[in-house]
């Protein structure tokens, strides 16, 4: 609106000089008044741009509503207890599949996190179970290794996907998973590999904690 109110302004004042004046000076009028208008013309137009702001801060807002019309039930109920472990993950890509690629990278990562969490409480019980030595920096390396190992694992051929959906979101894709692992299964691939392990096995197979883990294996063995 401002560049169109300075651009009649200035042809309504070329109209009138140019009535009292020569040839040579209204070529002169001519090229000034063409410069004049083209600085007008590129000089930003605030309304355009608050515009352009509140159009994009509008489809932030409808993107977020119309992620939530598309959430699924299962994605946000809670089902995690003693016998299983259980995570959501949702990612969004133009690309279908790299959409649902994504969404089952952030749920593995997740569920690394939280049977990280729980093979760390069982090693903090061998660890208060084991005498203090100059040995206890080679039995800390070697819970790591543990861990890391049976957390890889699993990852690798133990977690189940038992729900998957994926959602048209405007032009993205957007896909929601929900894995799971059960604990039974959690305990029995720790003492497989703990039993691996000649530096483990002189500390923390004699401990009461090992006793009751392999308890708790036969106790689910026994309830198939």
């Not at 609106?1 to 009028?29: P, Q």
């Not at 995570?87 to 690394?112: C, F, P």
């Amino acid at each position: 609106m401002f560049s169109n109110v300075n651009s009649a302004i200035l042809v309504a004042m070329s109209i009138f000089v140019a009535g009292c004046a020569t040839d040579a000076e209204r070529a002169e009028i001519a090229r000034k008044n063409s410069l004049s208008a083209a600085i007008v013309r590129s000089m930003p137009d605030s309304g355009s741009y608050q515009r352009s702001i509140a159009t994009k801060q509008q489809e932030r807002r409808d993107k977020v509503i119309n992620n939530i019309k598309n959430i699924p039930d299962w994605f946000l109920s809670d089902e995690n207890s003693d016998d299983i472990v259980v995570v959501t993950a949702t990612e969004s890509s133009l690309d279908m599949q790299l959409s649902i690629d994504m969404a089952m990278m952030s749920g593995k990562r997740l569920l690394a996190n939280s049977l990280g969490e729980k093979i760390s409480a069982r090693m903090a019980e061998y660890g208060g179970q084991t005498s203090g030595s100059p040995e206890d920096i080679v039995l800390n390396k070697e819970v790591e290794r543990v861990t890391k190992t049976t957390i890889a694992d699993i990852l690798l051929k133990g977690y189940q996907r038992d729900r998957i959906e994926v959602v048209a979101n405007g032009s993205e894709f957007q896909t929601f998973v929900r894995l799971r692992y059960p604990t039974s299964e959690l305990r029995k691939a720790l003492a497989a590999e703990l039993n691996k392990s000649n530096i483990m096995a002189a500390k923390v197979r004699k401990t009461k904690a090992f006793e009751d883990l392999e308890k708790e294996i036969e106790v689910a063995r026994s309830s198939k």
